[in-house]
């Protein structure tokens, strides 16, 4: 079984200031961890994925997760944001290949300048 | 290479219509996922195709059908549309299952 949980629906930050986007997940094997960005109206992005080779894991546009399985968790950060930054986050999981993926709710980021 | 494309990009239906939406990808994926969007909820699995051949349920597969046409195209129909099927439909494909997924740009279906 697996499942994730986005711990915010909501993070408000201003332009020029760090991003976390926390993130925790339960899975009885070895997960596949990914972050995506949906921007308005839009599909979405795959920003970063860690699939067991090394835990801190860079992504597109400055965004980074670090696994830590003592905790259970993959938080994404950025340390400056943007204005395009603003969009929403979702984490999700998969276990051992499967077929199916479990998303997070989604977090909603919002930039202030 | 244009990933994965959906048409149509909009659509407004009467309660008791049928449609299909229409998918196809051009990365030669072996995986093709349907997913709806509503508020809050994040992406909810339709159904999947873990490869050409094969498909399977996923979380909410009711008042749905899907058909992989070939390894490019994976159809979803709605056989008579209700009011709770309104939503933002999403196609995704991925190389093998638990590998990242590609997603199209979606449709937007109000059933009124």
């Known amino acids: 079984a697996q499942s994730v949980t986005q711990l915010d629906s909501h993070v408000s930050v201003s332009e020029g200031t760090p991003v976390l986007l926390r993130c925790n997940y339960s899975?009885?094997?070895?997960?596949?961890l990914f972050w995506y960005v949906q921007h308005p109206n839009k599909g979405l992005q795959l920003l970063l994925k860690?699939?067991?080779?090394?835990?801190l894991v860079k992504g597109i546009n400055g965004f980074e997760a670090e696994f830590k399985k003592s905790e259970t968790s993959f938080h994404l950060t950025k340390p400056s944001a943007h204005m395009s930054d603003a969009a929403e986050y979702f984490c999700?999981?998969?276990?051992?290949?499967?077929?199916?993926?479990?998303f997070g709710r989604g977090t909603s980021l919002i930039v202030h300048p | 290479n244009a990933g994965v494309t959906q048409t149509p990009k909009f659509q407004v239906l009467k309660t008791g219509q049928s449609m299909t939406l229409q998918c196809a990808q051009d990365?030669?994926?072996?995986?093709m996922y349907w997913y709806r969007q509503d508020p809050g909820m994040g992406l909810r699995l339709i159904y999947y195709?873990?490869?050409?051949?094969?498909?399977d349920k996923g979380e909410v597969p009711n008042g749905y059908n899907v058909s992989r046409l070939n390894k490019r195209e994976f159809s979803l129909r709605l056989e008579s549309a209700a009011p709770s099927q309104t939503s933002v439909y999403f196609c995704?494909?991925?190389?093998?299952?638990?590998?990242?997924?590609?997603f199209g740009p979606g449709t937007r279906l109000t059933v009124t």
């Open positions: 860690y699939t067991s080779a090394a835990t």
């Open positions: 990365m030669n994926h072996n995986s």
């Open positions: 899975s009885s094997y070895s997960p596949s």
């Open positions: 995704a494909s991925s190389a093998l299952g638990g590998h990242e997924q590609y």
């Open positions: 195709s873990a490869s050409e051949g094969t498909t």
């Open positions: 999700v999981v998969t276990t051992g290949g499967s077929y199916i993926p479990t």
